[in-house]
């Protein structure tokens, strides 16, 4: 294993040596950084232009450039030493300062829908897998491949027109009409109805209640006011808690198996007690108290279904942990409701939350929670551009890759010595499932370090892609060689990674040097 970790990593040094080589020549004869001054009048354009001469190495060949560019760029692979070296780009900025800068802005808007196009996407693949052929899977199918298919420089227009522009004006009189309510009431009924699958009095009942069940909250939410002055509270924590864990301890553990759905249960009552405990705390928040408390709550979870679980407490830990932590995660959406009027009526935000540009607004002032609500915001509408676009490879890979194990010997074999059928799913088709999947991720995270250009474009956000687009346009190859090594380095690792994710994944495979 440590033989084969070594070759890849001298192998993909040497090529890593090579491409930027290239890449660096290549964008040095892409134009002339000079040209701006070579038109201008001014009678300082001498100075001007020997002065970006002197600040780019332009009278050094490009070639020999690159070598003093390779000589600092080395420096950054010695740890604590503080000599990282990239150059400066154009403006006489440090590259590594606006790299870093621009690394989080791109890590900040596309983590969480990459994330999220995973999770989500891979749920839809396993369910329509499970449902092939059905109204279901058609549906599933078409919003797909229609969202990637869309430019998602006209979704995201779309999401500003309607989701930004929209409801805002929307929050300035949250209004429902009973009309409007009753509307999606039937939406949701019917895409209920799809989803359940079934008998059609199965199907019928299923749409009826989740039609009841969203009219009647989207009428309390009109008469209360509630977009104005959200919140949950305990009794709402309370009930979602219990959905959540029994639908943990189904999907974990089996709803047979009592000792985990207890535990599950156990923790949730945990939760609604440390909901009154934990306020005063909340009010002083930090990002690494809001870490350690999620780690508190696993931990507490972890306890309860250790002292809870009896012969089998690996299931039962298992199903609290999870369970504990989504309550924990209830509680944190729930604090972040009560400072929605603060944020609403702050005077920068002027009563118009969801942004269109920007990560952030400019000179906001406030707490913890306004100032996270005000990047949450602002990450709302390039997220669900990146979701929509990125959630059709996810859903079709993991589709496939689950029809394909599904029909395998070894399912069949399972299913005739009685397993049920969500240990045949999650403990035998799953696993193999991810195998192909795991390729796919490794690709998609170096992409997402390159950055979301076009979003980023869109929306403003100066990230990775700005600070890669900037270069270009400028001649400028500091820039973009600082880039190109974040993404490059980042492809390889995580294609490193998958490799040796394929013998965690699969027995059957391993590693050999």
């Known amino acids: 294993m440590v033989t084969y970790i070594f070759r890849r990593l001298v192998t993909a040094a040497l090529i890593l040596l090579g491409a930027s080589y290239f890449v660096y020549l290549l964008t040095a004869a892409s134009g002339d950084p000079l040209e701006e001054f070579r038109a201008n009048n001014s009678p300082q354009k001498q100075q001007l232009i020997d002065s970006r001469t002197e600040l780019l190495q332009l009278d050094t060949p490009a070639p020999l450039r690159y070598f003093k560019w390779f000589g600092g760029a080395v420096q950054c692979l010695i740890p604590f030493a503080n000599s990282c070296d990239l150059g400066k780009n154009i403006a006489g900025q440090p590259v590594t300062e606006a790299l870093g800068f621009a690394l989080v802005q791109t890590l900040t808007l596309v983590t969480a829908a990459t994330v999220l196009a995973i999770l989500v996407g891979i749920t839809l693949g396993i369910v329509t897998a499970l449902r092939q052929y059905s109204t279901l899977d058609y549906g599933v199918t078409f919003m797909a491949f229609l969202f990637f298919s869309l430019p998602i420089f006209w979704v995201a227009v779309l999401l500003k027109e309607f989701g930004a522009i929209g409801f805002n004006n929307f929050l300035r009189n949250p209004d429902v009409p009973l009309t409007t309510a009753l ?200 997220t669900v551009a990146l979701i929509l676009i990125s959630l059709a490879s996810y859903t079709r890979f993991t589709r496939s890759s689950m029809l394909e194990i599904m029909n395998m010997d070894y399912i069949r074999t399972a299913r005739a010595k009685g397993l049920s059928e969500r240990t045949v799913v999650m403990r035998h088709a799953f696993r193999n499932a991810l195998i192909p999947i795991a390729t796919i991720v490794a690709f998609d995270i170096g992409a997402l370090i390159g950055g979301a250009v076009i979003t980023e474009t869109v929306f403003s956000v100066r990230g990775m892609g700005f600070l890669f687009l900037d270069g270009i346009a400028h001649v400028d190859p500091n820039p973009v060689m600082g880039v190109f090594i974040c993404v490059a380095i980042t492809a390889m690792v995580f294609n490193l990674i998958a490799d040796l994710a394929y013998s965690a994944l699969d027995p059957r495979v391993r590693v050999k040097s």
């Open 183 to 382: 509307g999606i009431g039937v939406i949701v009924g019917a895409v209920t109805a799809v989803a359940v699958g079934g008998a059609m009095r199965r199907r019928l009942l299923a749409g009826g209640v989740a039609f009841a069940f969203i009219t009647a909250v989207l009428i309390y939410f009109s008469a209360t006011e509630w977009f104005k002055t959200p919140g949950l509270g305990p009794v709402v924590i309370a009930i979602a808690g219990a959905g959540i864990a029994f639908a943990v301890t189904l999907l974990s553990a089996g709803l047979k198996n009592r000792k985990a759905l207890h535990s599950a249960l156990i923790a949730v009552g945990v939760g609604v007690v440390l909901y009154f405990v934990l306020q005063p705390l909340l009010n002083e928040a930090t990002f690494i108290m809001i870490v350690l408390l999620a780690v508190a709550f696993v931990l507490i979870g972890v306890g309860i279904g250790y002292l809870v679980g009896g012969y089998d407490r690996g299931q039962s830990m298992r199903a609290a942990a999870i369970t504990s932590f989504l309550v924990g995660f209830l509680i944190l959406l729930d604090r972040f409701m009560q400072a929605w009027p603060t944020y609403f009526n702050n005077s920068r935000v002027r009563g118009r939350p969801i942004a269109t540009i920007g990560a952030t607004t400019p000179n906001i002032e406030g707490d913890f929670w306004v100032l996270s609500l005000d990047s949450f915001t602002h990450l709302i509408l390039p």
